[in-house]
Every structure is written in structure tokens, then in C-alpha cells.
């Protein structure tokens, strides 16, 4: 026997057994390691090679999590499907899964995912409805496009790779890109940014726009690494633009800081000055996509600083005298939601645009509208299709009133991001409108076009019993227009379901009533004001019983600590009395809760107080103090996640200090 060649086949046979192992923890490891540094492009390539030989959820939420930080809607639906067939997944995977489907034009299946979020966790029960609402407002939106519109692919300008936020620049276009300036062969490993395997985003050129050629504006302005977007001065000899620090991964390893600059430099010859940190910049947070208003007095930016309203938030600050900016401040909750809102842009006559993820959209970022300055605004207008589309659209500016530029990833585009062109073409002087039919999108980019678009108002809404959550058929839900005094009757289907449509300029109120069973909870939906088409979502949790019944008191709140009766309780209260009054074989409860800061003996001490009262407030009224009995409650039936342990907001904790009445006798 040869003992070389076995001892030699043993060892091949251990190495082949033992390999695999250590190769797949090796290579989990590495691709952590990229994730965690946000190089997503490098970890996904890694990951779904792991996933291809050992499946799990923790990789496959990974895969999922990187397709949608590199922005590929296609592939995250699918990765998303793959993570939410796992029973562990969290349940965001479904909003996640959700946001996919709606960016990809698939409406009723993102509808119904946002539904199943809302059902997985009940704490963001309002917030999925509404999501799951705007789907048909995306899908009505993307049937219906402005024909007076006009889109064209600036395939000139435009790469393979990502080509967006463009602004005039003298005669020409400068615009920011990640695209291939050398050949892909030539660059260094160091030039490729591991987010999104591409080159770092440089600011280019256009110079003629009757030419193609298409240069960097500047060695100057263009460092190492990210640079732009930009806007310029109306003079042109000042330029204020996005820098984007390298991380430091000698302070920490596992999570570099992307840091997000403002810089500006000032024109010096046929070049740039060396570029300046402006003073609002700073190191926990990022600031970036400069927009100017017409005169230069006013710097916009997103940031997600601390203290916003969520994700991106757009601020403005005032030029100072001495040239740097003062006070920061947010512009506000017609402008900012809990989502990103970037890409800020002022026209010359001082019309405000910006890209939002937040506020009712199509699928992705989606262009907006308002008027106003600084901090005061007017509610935010969706400039729907064709402007807008299910992907992502954003970085508007304008050549001419009716004409100018935007970016979008849209489906027919030549690379990642392409910068589009769009026309609006004068409409011919209609007829008035009527009371069904308002401007659109048109008058919203800057015509004053007089072409008809009708607006759709309707009720989108569901009856359920309170305790058992099933839906409630054949139950009258009653309309009133508050305007006109005009009533209308519908009936809910066999799933609970019943609609309304509305007329624009209107005040409503929709209740909920069914033998055996009682409710005052009114839904207030409002036409006024609006301008562009809405669906209000409408849910009715009606309760039955015999003899009890509970209504809560909206507004019923008290201040920390305190048991005190404050005005606008008082206001409630006094439709209290108004139904005791009127209702005179009825007792009633009151029940008092608190939030659950402090000691559970204290607060269920605190909540009697409460309810004694509002009990002692009623008696004062005139109510027989027969008919009332108070029942503190405590902590212990929260109307959201702020249990002991939970940091939440004041606002949260104070919607926890209420009173509500339960009818414990009752003959109509």
C-alpha cells in the first residue's frame, strides 16, 4: 500500500470537508463588513451567492435591505417577497415589499401589503391606511396624464449611469453624474464609490447646449469624492454646492460617518476660487442641495439634523451682513413630513419646488409645489403626471416659464437617473370652470393655462365591530354635507365596505349608526382648499351591547400631573350634558386614564382624580350626581406602544391622558 498517496488522499478528502465552512463564514463576514460601511453594491454581489447555497432570513433581508438602498425597485420587490414568505420577518418588510410594488406600478398589490403592515403592527394602523389609500390615488394619477405636457429624454446629456439636478449656468447646463469620464478599465478601485459600484458624483458641463460635448466643470470644485448638486448666484460668479467628506474609518470601522457639506466658491478668472465650508455646516449631521431664492438673501437646504420632522427635512437661513448665514430654520409641516423631502428649488418669480417621499405621491420621490418663503408656506401640491411618474423624480428648474428640466429613473431612460426636458403647451382660453373642476398641473409648473381637469373626492371606508374587529354588513352610514345641509345614505357590503363621493369646496360629517349599537364617533372630512384628487380613508369601530356602550371624549386631555378641567374639555363636557339631557333614562361612567410615566398606584390614584372631575364638572352643570360615577383606570389600557420603558414624545404620552364616558343604562 502506498501510505504517501493515502495520507495524501485524506488530507484532500479533510480539506474539501472542512473548506466550505470556513469560506462561507468567511465570506458572511466580508460581506457584513461592506454592509456596515455601506458599500451595498460590493455586499450584494457577496450575499446572493450566500443565499444561492444556504438560505436564511437574516441574508435575505440583507439582499432585500441593499436593492432598496441602491434604489432598484425591480429587484427589491423580489427580495422583498422573498423576506416576508419567512413567519419570522419583520413586519416593515411589508411596507418595504409595499413601497416596491408601488414604485413599480403594481398599485393593488402594494394597496393590499400596506394593508397587511397596518394589521402586523397595529401602532402604525392610521399610518398604513394612508398609504395604502394613496395607491389609488397613484393609480388615478398615472391613468390620467396632462396632455398639455410634453416630456423628451436629453440623451445628450444623459449616461448609462446616474445624470440629475440640473441648473443653467450661462449658456449652458452643469448637472451632477456618476458616470464614466475615463474608460471603466483605467480607473482606480479607490474612484468607485461601494454604495453604488460606480464612480463618485462629479458636476459636468454643458457649455453649448447646441453641442454634445460635455466636460467637468471644474478640478477645482471637483474633489476626491462626491461633489454636487449645485446652484449658482444670479450673476453667475458664486456657486454653492454638495460636498460629500470621505469616511474616516480609522475613528470607527464598523460605522464610517458620510458627512454632507455645503461649500461655495466664487468665480476667479475662467475658474474657481478654492471652495468654502459655509459656517452652518457640522459633523453630526449632513447638509446638502443648495437652492437659492431669486435675490441670493435666502440659502434652502435638506438636512436631517436632529429636532425635524423625520428623515430629510428642507431648511432655509438668511444671508447675514457679513456674508455668512444666520439662524437656522425648518420650513415647516406644509413642507416637511416624517419622510425625506429634498432637492429643494426656487423659480425666479419665487414659486418654491422640492422632491418628497412623504406627502400623498406617486411611488418614489415625487415633485412638489407651494408658495411662500422661508418658513411660511402653502400646503404642498403634487405636480402628478406626467412630471411625476412611479419612480423617483426630482431636481426641477426652469429655462422658461413654460419649459425647463427635472431628473427621473424612470423605465425608458437611457441610464439610472436621466435629466428630462418638458414643455407646456398654451392652451386656448376655456370655458369657466365649475363647481367640479379646478386648474392642474399645468397652472401648478407655471402656465396660466385654462385647460379642465376634473378633480375626484370620494369616501373609501369600512365598518367593523370594536371588539371582535370583524366587519359589520347592512349598517347606515349617514353623509352631511355641513355646507349645504344635504344628506346622503350608504349602506356597507358584505365586507363592511361602503363609499361616498364628494363635491370640491365642501365640509362633511359621516356617522355610523346600527341597531343595537351606538357610536357618536364622527368622521370629519373637509374638500375645501384642496387641489388635486383625494381619497379619504374612513374606519368606524362601532360597539355593541345591550346595555353599556363606551364613547370616548375627544380632546378630553389633561396636562402632566394634573387633573384640572381645561377649556377645551370643557367644551366636550358640555355635549355631555347636552346628551344626558336629552337622553334622561341614562347613566353614565366616567373612565379616566393616564400615560404610563410615573408609579402604576400613583397613576391609578391620578386617573380617579381625573374622573371625579369630570364628574363634579357635570354636577355643577346640573346632572344628578345619581346618574355619574367615576372609574380611574390608570395605565393600563394605552392607546399606543408608550408602556413603561418606551421613549416616546410628549405628544404621545399626552394622548394617553383621557377621559371617555360608557353608557351603563340607556332608553331611547
Given at each position: 500500500m502506498n501510505f504517501k498517496k493515502v495520507a495524501f488522499a485524506s488530507a484532500f478528502f479533510l480539506l474539501l470537508y472542512l473548506l466550505p465552512g470556513n469560506i462561507f463564514s468567511d465570506n458572511v463576514k466580508k460581506a457584513d463588513t461592506y454592509y456596515q460601511k455601506y458599500d451595498y453594491k460590493l455586499a450584494l454581489d457577496i450575499y446572493e451567492k450566500i443565499y444561492q447555497k444556504k438560505p436564511s432570513v437574516e441574508i435575505a433581508q440583507k439582499i432585500a435591505n441593499c436593492y432598496r438602498f441602491i434604489n432598484d425597485s425591480e429587484n427589491a420587490e423580489r427580495a422583498y417577497a422573498q423576506v416576508v414568505?419567512?413567519?419570522?420577518?419583520?413586519?416593515i418588510n411589508?411596507?418595504?415589499?409595499?413601497?416596491?410594488?408601488?414604485?413599480?406600478?403594481?398599485?393593488?398589490?402594494?394597496?393590499?401589503?400596506?394593508?397587511?403592515?397596518?394589521?402586523?403592527?397595529?401602532s402604525q394602523k392610521e399610518e398604513a391606511a394612508r398609504l395604502a389609500n394613496a395607491c389609488d390615488v397613484a393609480k388615478m394619477w398615472s391613468e390620467n396624464p396632462d396632455i398639455n405636457v410634453t416630456l423628451e429624454n436629453q440623451a445628450a446629456l444623459n449616461s448609462s449611469n446616474s445624470d440629475f439636478s440640473p441648473v443653467l449656468y450661462q449658456n449652458g447646463i452643469v448637472f451632477t453624474s456618476d458616470r464614466w469620464f475615463v474608460k471603466a478599465k483605467d480607473a482606480k478601485r479607490k474612484d468607485v464609490f461601494g454604495w453604488t459600484g460606480n464612480p463618485f458624483l462629479k458636476l459636468y458641463i454643458q457649455a453649448d447646449l447646441s453641442k454634445s460635448d460635455i466636460t467637468p466643470l471644474s478640478?477645482?470644485?471637483?474633489?476626491?469624492?462626491?461633489?454636487?448638486?449645485?446652484?449658482?448666484?444670479?450673476?453667475?460668479?458664486t456657486v454653492f454646492f454638495t460636498r460629500t467628506e470621505a469616511p474616516s474609518e480609522k475613528k470607527n470601522k464598523k460605522l464610517p460617518v458620510i458627512s454632507k457639506k455645503i461649500y461655495y466658491a466664487v468665480k476667479k478668472g475662467n475658474d474657481w476660487d478654492t471652495p468654502v465650508s459655509i459656517n452652518l455646516n457640522s459633523v453630526s449631521y449632513s447638509i446638502q442641495h443648495p437652492a437659492l431664492s431669486p435675490d441670493g438673501s435666502i440659502l434652502y437646504f435638506a438636512s436631517d439634523m436632529p429636532n425635524g420632522f423625520g428623515g430629510m427635512d428642507i431648511y432655509a437661513a438668511r444671508k447675514q451682513s457679513d456674508g455668512s448665514w444666520g439662524k437656522v430654520t425648518n420650513c415647516g409641516p406644509t413642507i416637511n413630513t416624517a419622510e425625506d423631502e429634498v432637492f429643494p428649488t426656487v423659480r425666479k418669480d419665487g414659486r418654491f419646488y422640492f422632491a418628497s417621499k412623504g406627502h400623498v405621491g406617486m411611488g418614489g420621490l415625487d415633485i412638489f409645489t407651494a408658495t411662500g418663503s422661508y418658513d411660511a408656506f402653502s400646503i404642498a401640491e403634487n405636480l402628478?403626471?406626467?412630471?411625476?411618474?412611479?419612480?423617483?423624480?426630482?431636481?426641477?428648474?426652469?429655462?422658461?416659464?413654460?419649459?425647463?428640466?427635472?431628473?427621473?429613473?424612470?423605465?425608458?431612460?437611457?441610464?439610472?437617473?436621466d435629466i428630462y426636458s418638458f414643455s407646456i403647451a398654451p392652451a386656448a382660453p376655456a370655458e369657466p370652470l365649475d363647481a367640479k373642476t379646478t386648474t392642474g398641473t399645468d397652472s401648478l409648473l407655471a402656465s396660466p393655462n385654462n385647460a379642465k381637469i376634473e378633480l375626484i373626492f370620494a369616501v373609501d371606508g369600512l365598518v367593523v365591530d370594536k371588539i371582535t374587529k370583524a366587519p359589520l354588513p347592512n349598517t347606515e352610514i349617514l353623509l352631511i354635507n355641513k355646507t349645504t345641509g344635504e344628506r346622503s345614505k350608504a349602506i356597507s357590503d358584505s365586507e363592511g365596505k361602503f363609499s361616498f363621493s364628494l363635491l370640491p369646496e365642501m365640509d362633511y360629517v359621516i356617522n355610523g349608526n346600527r341597531e343595537k349599537f351606538y357610536s357618536k364617533q364622527e368622521g370629519k372630512v373637509s374638500t375645501a382648499g384642496l387641489k388635486e384628487s383625494t381619497i379619504f380613508n374612513v374606519r368606524f369601530e362601532l360597539e355593541k351591547g345591550e346595555d353599556a356602550y363606551i364613547v370616548r371624549l375627544e380632546n378630553?386631555?389633561?396636562?402632566?400631573?394634573?387633573?384640572?378641567?381645561?377649556?377645551?374639555?370643557?367644551?366636550?363636557?358640555?355635549?355631555v350634558v347636552s346628551f344626558l339631557n336629552n337622553v334622561v333614562a341614562s347613566k353614565i361612567q366616567l373612565r379616566s386614564h393616564t400615560d404610563s410615566r410615573g408609579k402604576a398606584v400613583y397613576n391609578k390614584w391620578l386617573s380617579q382624580k381625573r374622573a371625579q372631575s369630570a364628574v363634579n364638572y357635570l354636577v355643577k352643570r346640573g346632572v344628578g350626581s345619581s346618574r355619574l360615577s367615576?372609574?380611574?383606570?390608570?395605565?393600563?389600557?394605552?392607546?399606543?406602544?408608550?408602556?413603561?420603558?418606551?421613549?416616546?414624545?410628549?405628544?404621545?404620552?399626552?394622548?394617553?391622558?383621557?377621559?371617555?364616558?360608557?353608557?351603563?343604562?340607556?332608553q331611547i
Amino acid at each position: 500500500m502506498n501510505f504517501k498517496k493515502v495520507a495524501f488522499a485524506s488530507a484532500f478528502f479533510l480539506l474539501l470537508y472542512l473548506l466550505p465552512g470556513n469560506i462561507f463564514s468567511d465570506n458572511v463576514k466580508k460581506a457584513d463588513t461592506y454592509y456596515q460601511k455601506y458599500d451595498y453594491k460590493l455586499a450584494l454581489d457577496i450575499y446572493e451567492k450566500i443565499y444561492q447555497k444556504k438560505p436564511s432570513v437574516e441574508i435575505a433581508q440583507k439582499i432585500a435591505n441593499c436593492y432598496r438602498f441602491i434604489n432598484d425597485s425591480e429587484n427589491a420587490e423580489r427580495a422583498y417577497a422573498q423576506v416576508v414568505s419567512y413567519p419570522k420577518a419583520d413586519a416593515i418588510n411589508y411596507k418595504y415589499y409595499a413601497d416596491a410594488l408601488k414604485q413599480n406600478g403594481k398599485f393593488a398589490q402594494a394597496k393590499g401589503n400596506y394593508e397587511i403592515y397596518g394589521q402586523k403592527l397595529p401602532s402604525q394602523k392610521e399610518e398604513a391606511a394612508r398609504l395604502a389609500n394613496a395607491c389609488d390615488v397613484a393609480k388615478m394619477w398615472s391613468e390620467n396624464p396632462d396632455i398639455n405636457v410634453t416630456l423628451e429624454n436629453q440623451a445628450a446629456l444623459n449616461s448609462s449611469n446616474s445624470d440629475f439636478s440640473p441648473v443653467l449656468y450661462q449658456n449652458g447646463i452643469v448637472f451632477t453624474s456618476d458616470r464614466w469620464f475615463v474608460k471603466a478599465k483605467d480607473a482606480k478601485r479607490k474612484d468607485v464609490f461601494g454604495w453604488t459600484g460606480n464612480p463618485f458624483l462629479k458636476l459636468y458641463i454643458q457649455a453649448d447646449l447646441s453641442k454634445s460635448d460635455i466636460t467637468p466643470l471644474s478640478t477645482v470644485l471637483n474633489a476626491d469624492y462626491h461633489n454636487g448638486p449645485a446652484v449658482f448666484s444670479a450673476d453667475g460668479n458664486t456657486v454653492f454646492f454638495t460636498r460629500t467628506e470621505a469616511p474616516s474609518e480609522k475613528k470607527n470601522k464598523k460605522l464610517p460617518v458620510i458627512s454632507k457639506k455645503i461649500y461655495y466658491a466664487v468665480k476667479k478668472g475662467n475658474d474657481w476660487d478654492t471652495p468654502v465650508s459655509i459656517n452652518l455646516n457640522s459633523v453630526s449631521y449632513s447638509i446638502q442641495h443648495p437652492a437659492l431664492s431669486p435675490d441670493g438673501s435666502i440659502l434652502y437646504f435638506a438636512s436631517d439634523m436632529p429636532n425635524g420632522f423625520g428623515g430629510m427635512d428642507i431648511y432655509a437661513a438668511r444671508k447675514q451682513s457679513d456674508g455668512s448665514w444666520g439662524k437656522v430654520t425648518n420650513c415647516g409641516p406644509t413642507i416637511n413630513t416624517a419622510e425625506d423631502e429634498v432637492f429643494p428649488t426656487v423659480r425666479k418669480d419665487g414659486r418654491f419646488y422640492f422632491a418628497s417621499k412623504g406627502h400623498v405621491g406617486m411611488g418614489g420621490l415625487d415633485i412638489f409645489t407651494a408658495t411662500g418663503s422661508y418658513d411660511a408656506f402653502s400646503i404642498a401640491e403634487n405636480l402628478k403626471t406626467p412630471i411625476n411618474s412611479t419612480k423617483d423624480d426630482f431636481g426641477i428648474v426652469f429655462k422658461e416659464d413654460l419649459k425647463g428640466y427635472f431628473a427621473s429613473n424612470r423605465k425608458g431612460g437611457k441610464g439610472l437617473d436621466d435629466i428630462y426636458s418638458f414643455s407646456i403647451a398654451p392652451a386656448a382660453p376655456a370655458e369657466p370652470l365649475d363647481a367640479k373642476t379646478t386648474t392642474g398641473t399645468d397652472s401648478l409648473l407655471a402656465s396660466p393655462n385654462n385647460a379642465k381637469i376634473e378633480l375626484i373626492f370620494a369616501v373609501d371606508g369600512l365598518v367593523v365591530d370594536k371588539i371582535t374587529k370583524a366587519p359589520l354588513p347592512n349598517t347606515e352610514i349617514l353623509l352631511i354635507n355641513k355646507t349645504t345641509g344635504e344628506r346622503s345614505k350608504a349602506i356597507s357590503d358584505s365586507e363592511g365596505k361602503f363609499s361616498f363621493s364628494l363635491l370640491p369646496e365642501m365640509d362633511y360629517v359621516i356617522n355610523g349608526n346600527r341597531e343595537k349599537f351606538y357610536s357618536k364617533q364622527e368622521g370629519k372630512v373637509s374638500t375645501a382648499g384642496l387641489k388635486e384628487s383625494t381619497i379619504f380613508n374612513v374606519r368606524f369601530e362601532l360597539e355593541k351591547g345591550e346595555d353599556a356602550y363606551i364613547v370616548r371624549l375627544e380632546n378630553i386631555y389633561y396636562d402632566f400631573n394634573k387633573w384640572d378641567i381645561k377649556p377645551m374639555a370643557a367644551k366636550r363636557l358640555n355635549k355631555v350634558v347636552s346628551f344626558l339631557n336629552n337622553v334622561v333614562a341614562s347613566k353614565i361612567q366616567l373612565r379616566s386614564h393616564t400615560d404610563s410615566r410615573g408609579k402604576a398606584v400613583y397613576n391609578k390614584w391620578l386617573s380617579q382624580k381625573r374622573a371625579q372631575s369630570a364628574v363634579n364638572y357635570l354636577v355643577k352643570r346640573g346632572v344628578g350626581s345619581s346618574r355619574l360615577s367615576a372609574v380611574g383606570l390608570g395605565e393600563t389600557e394605552l392607546l399606543n406602544r408608550c408602556s413603561n420603558g418606551v421613549k416616546c414624545s410628549i405628544q404621545e404620552h399626552r394622548l394617553n391622558r383621557r377621559t371617555e364616558f360608557k353608557i351603563i343604562r340607556m332608553q331611547i
